[in-house]
């Protein structure tokens, strides 16, 4: 069973940083593309970025780009996303998701809340 | 880039059928596949449809996908409709720079 556990959430202030990662399981991670997707509160869902299955290649929705960075270690079937810079407009439920062209698996969020 | 819009509510009584649309504003909605998401109130998000037509295992067989190259638009049709359907679906496709795009979301109530 696929399992995907994000872990890092938290209240940080305007401008401050977190890094949040995610706990991949029951598949072969090296093999698959990964994304983090985000929801702020009542709002839809918004892309925030891809990695490739060995890292080479990196995308980032246009308001995150030169603040976030998407990173991930096959090693310990890990994904993680640095955010620095932080906004208000940041807080979110952050999820990590596991793509095969579209995403096919998701994990169950974790709340970032800027705010002073 | 594009995007991707869908309409903000449907409704439609148990045991109906109903279908949302996503329509591409730019490009072919056939250049990409579109995937079909399920988020009930408080939940993450599911898959309910990959590659345009596609159900996961687990996925009833109540719940399809097609695309319609003459009007750029993609639609999910749920048959047999039950109140446990009721959630919100939001459609997602991706363009040739690896950069994903999702619907604004359609909420569905099952009344």
């Known amino acids: 069973e696929v399992q995907l556990v994000e872990s890092g959430g938290g209240l940080v202030q305007p401008g401050g940083s977190l890094r949040l990662s995610c706990a991949a399981s029951g598949f072969t991670f090296s093999s698959y593309w990964m994304s983090w997707v985000r929801q702020a509160p009542g709002k839809g869902l918004e892309w925030v970025a891809n990695?490739?299955?060995?890292?080479?290649?990196?995308y980032y929705v246009d308001s995150v780009k030169g603040r976030f960075t998407i990173s991930r270690d096959n090693a310990k079937n890990s994904l993680y996303l640095q955010m620095n810079s932080l906004r208000a407009e940041d807080t979110a439920v952050y999820y990590c998701?596991?793509?095969?062209?579209?995403?096919?698996?998701w994990g169950q969020g974790t709340l970032v809340t800027v705010s002073s | 880039n594009f995007m991707l819009t869908q309409p903000h509510s449907v409704s439609e009584s148990p045991g109906k059928t109903v279908t949302i649309s996503c329509t591409r504003s730019s490009g072919s909605i056939a250049s990409n596949y579109v995937q079909w998401y399920q988020q009930r109130p408080g939940s993450a998000p599911t898959t309910v449809i990959y590659?345009?037509?596609?159900?996961p295992s687990g996925v009833p067989d109540r719940f399809s996908g097609s695309i319609d190259s003459s009007s750029n638009s993609a639609s999910l049709t749920i048959s047999g409709l039950k109140t446990e359907d009721e959630a919100d679906y939001y459609c997602q496709s991706y363009d040739s720079s690896n950069h994903d795009v999702f619907g604004g979301g359609t909420k569905l109530t099952v009344l």
């Open positions: 990695i490739k299955q060995d890292g080479s290649e990196k």
């Open positions: 590659e345009d037509n596609q159900r």
């Open positions: 998701a596991r793509k095969s062209r579209g995403i096919r698996n």
